[in-house]
């Protein structure tokens, strides 16, 4: 019974976790544009994403170490730093994102220029780390992201193709303008393996004190609630297909995307869009923050934790802390958060092969994981997502260049 | 090439091509083996490998059943007061594998 | 104990469990005619730097003497291990050592608390 809650949790905490500005954003340029023709994306995205999280999960429930102790560990600190030092930068940017897009969601219910909104929304996400625990934020966060759901009903209430769907749920090029095509692709593959949520996952074991016991859990939760999560995404780019796209809507900022839900929620539509963008927004500045300091302290071996107090781990709650400075400085610039979205997801995918790769080696280390390392299925996948991982990481930025419009 | 050390650093050795009195080089210093005694560690041995990339990968040992060998040198069969080129005191074949 | 694969790099705790960051040097003693002797375990960030590139190594070095005086490369004997796993455990405790963890403690005394909430 223990068991079916904490399961049930880790579900709910996947899907209402799951959107974020850069989901929300390629999801709905992805629909907008190629109407279905993208969605075989988001299914690649997330069959790579549930096997990454099952096995960094593995990793923190039968170790009770993290990814990050493990590279350093195994690879030593002249290897380490290249990591540390890429994922810190692509955190900083994608959480500047997010909290751009929260401004923005404020901007768009209250009238209110983002630009007010930006310190106050930073200000906000660092008080719940600050005063917060980790179970706390996470389980308060994801349950009131259960509002993104709201995606998924207007999505079945508008009865779409559901044959066109799934046809496209295998992978396909496109003819009509290959270049923005494939940068969409890589864009919506960027937001869906993003390299903090490996990071953040297996930091999150750690945190939650997860133990050998958990491995069944740990793999429901990644399987189910990945793939729950995904549809939620993949809702998203169905509306966008159903409500942008005929009526020409590019989906080239969320202000022109807000009025989405209005078609199948006439009266709620609007702040249901806002509300979600603002929930899920902040859910996610608060892991990047989070995960910002869990990977700088774990690779120097500082104490860290969100459920310790900030005095007892000074210098893990001041590396948030700067993050939080730094990152609303874009929004005060009024810089629009999709651009900076979708650029964060390109540098996204160009970190992946780093912060992916040694897994490789991590997930077969008996000493970490004694007899729970990767089967013949586990290292095939983490084989094909590092190739994967290196090929988008190539095409990234001449695709950024040639096919960003 | 550094003077003459004292002191050593460990991280200094790790990978460091062990070279013989002809030039040849006998391997990479991999590991350093230390002992116990009484109230101190003394080192007992290097453990020199090719330092080859792909057999420091453990999916290789896993899947060809192959573990890359090892010589192993006693600590007063190398001098490694120069980190930077550590030297072999006796002939590669009084080296022993693991 | 091989040196490589269970003290470099490891991370280092105390009795409390307290970290105590990671092994980023290992100090051998040179003896003629007697085998090299394991003198310290060094956590530091400039021995951290070191290797990964001796300019990077001086930039910390010139960095931390300017921005935080406090902070020392901290050597650690190896007879203070009481536990080799996947932590090292020292036999000490660090909160009762005022030359353990400066940074952390000056943080926390000038920085974090601070700030509002910081005393919590």
Redesign the interface.
Known sequence: MKNVAKVGLGVLTSIGGYLEVGSIGTALQAGARYRYGLLWALAVGTVCVIFLTEMTGRLAAV???TVV?AI??RF???FQ?WPLATQSVVDLFVLASEIGGAALALQLLTGASMRVWALPVALLVW?LL??GTFRAIEHSVATLGLITLCFAVAAVKLGPDWHEAVRNLVPHVSHRDPAQYGYLAVAVLGATISPYLITFYSSGGVEERMTPKDLLPNRIVAAVGMSFGSLVAMAIVVLAALVLAPRGVRADTYQESAFILTIPFPRWGFALFCTSLFIGCVGAALELALDLAYIVSQS?????GESQ???????F??VY?LALLVAPLPALAGLDPLKLTMFSMAITVVALPIVIGPL??IM?????LHAQ?NGLLG?VAVMVIVALAFVLAVVAIPLQITGAR | MTRRRRIVRVEELLGRRVRADDGRVVGRIEEVRADRRGDVYEVTAYLLGTGALLERLALVRKWFRRRPAKLVARWDQIDISRPDAPRLLCTPEELTCE | MDLVRDVLDIRLVDREGQGLGRVDGILLQLRAGRPPRFVAMEVGAVTAARRIHPRVAAIVRWATRRLFPCVRTTRYAPTLCRDLGVDIELDLVASKNPRLLRMEKWLGRHVVSKLPGGTW
């Open positions: 170790s009770q170490h102790d350093r560990k030593g600190v002249s730093i008080a600050w005063f120097f071996g500082w104490d860290w107090r900030p005095r007892e781990e000074a210098r709650a001041l802390t490789l080696v077969n280390d008996k000493q970490y390392t290292n």
